[in-house]
């Protein structure tokens, strides 16, 4: 079946815009996670849902950093006022709703902020 | 606070040299311990999980094995094809994975 996709693939940015990153995870898993991974790091936890509702969004860097999923399906995470430590790629994961159970990744969104 | 840490942060083999990737591990309450392949540009593909001390999972030339503090990928006779960074990670008393900087394999022809 179909893996997690997310869009866009890139996307620039001039510094203090909004932009918004889609995910859409893999059917029937329920629980879907946002990592940033920066050049040459791993993945850092964002936030967490299940379902609709957020569990988890202790990662979440600041305030202008904000996600949603609405009907418990596909995601968007949203970042206000953009600034040149945002430049990063953002990773959608995917799982059963099982402790320990392995996350799907999709490609990810490189975000470049100039 | 759950803590990954990889080792060497890069490795060049030549091909057929079988070799271990490490991966040292803190966690409150281990639920599994994970291992992806990452390739240039793309999202995290998954290879293995991992549950209790003891347990070994294979899969073509790669084979992972955990231990209390520890979890090793070993790569026998690799091919250039294997060239990829790997990331471990770990999952704890909560859902999220908490991923080492991950290590680079280099695998010469």
């Known amino acids: 079946g179909a893996g997690v996709s997310q869009s866009p693939r890139y996307k620039v940015a001039k510094r203090g815009q909004d932009v918004a990153l889609r995910c859409d995870p893999i059917s029937g898993h329920v629980s879907l996670f946002w990592y940033q991974q920066a050049l040459g790091q791993g993945p850092e936890f964002l936030t967490y849902?299940?379902?609709?509702?957020?569990?988890?969004k202790s990662g979440l860097p600041s305030d202008r950093f904000f996600a949603e999923r609405p009907e418990g399906s596909v995601s968007t995470l949203k970042i206000q006022r953009t600034q040149q430590e945002d430049s990063a790629v953002y990773l959608c994961?995917?799982?059963?709703?099982?402790?320990?159970?392995?996350?799907?990744f999709g490609p990810g969104t490189r975000l470049t902020v100039t | 606070e759950d803590q990954v840490t990889q080792s060497p942060e890069a490795l060049r083999l030549q091909e057929g040299e079988s070799s271990s990737l490490n991966c040292s591990y803190t966690?409150?309450?281990?639920?599994?311990l994970f291992w992806y392949r990452q390739d240039p540009g793309k999202g995290p593909e998954f290879l293995f999980t991992?549950?209790?001390a003891g347990e070994e999972k294979e899969k073509e030339r790669l084979k992972a094995t955990l231990t209390k503090k520890e979890s090793f990928l070993h790569i026998t006779a690799p091919k250039p094809e294997d060239s990829a960074t790997y990331l471990c990670?770990?999952?704890?008393?909560?859902?999220?994975?908490?991923f080492g900087k991950g290590i680079t394999l280099s695998v010469r022809p």
């Open positions: 990670a770990v999952s704890g008393a909560n859902s999220k994975l908490t």
């Open positions: 849902f299940q379902n609709e509702a957020q569990l988890d």
């Open positions: 966690v409150s309450g281990l639920r599994g």
């Open positions: 991992l549950y209790s």
């Open positions: 994961a995917s799982s059963l709703p099982m402790w320990g159970h392995e996350q799907y």
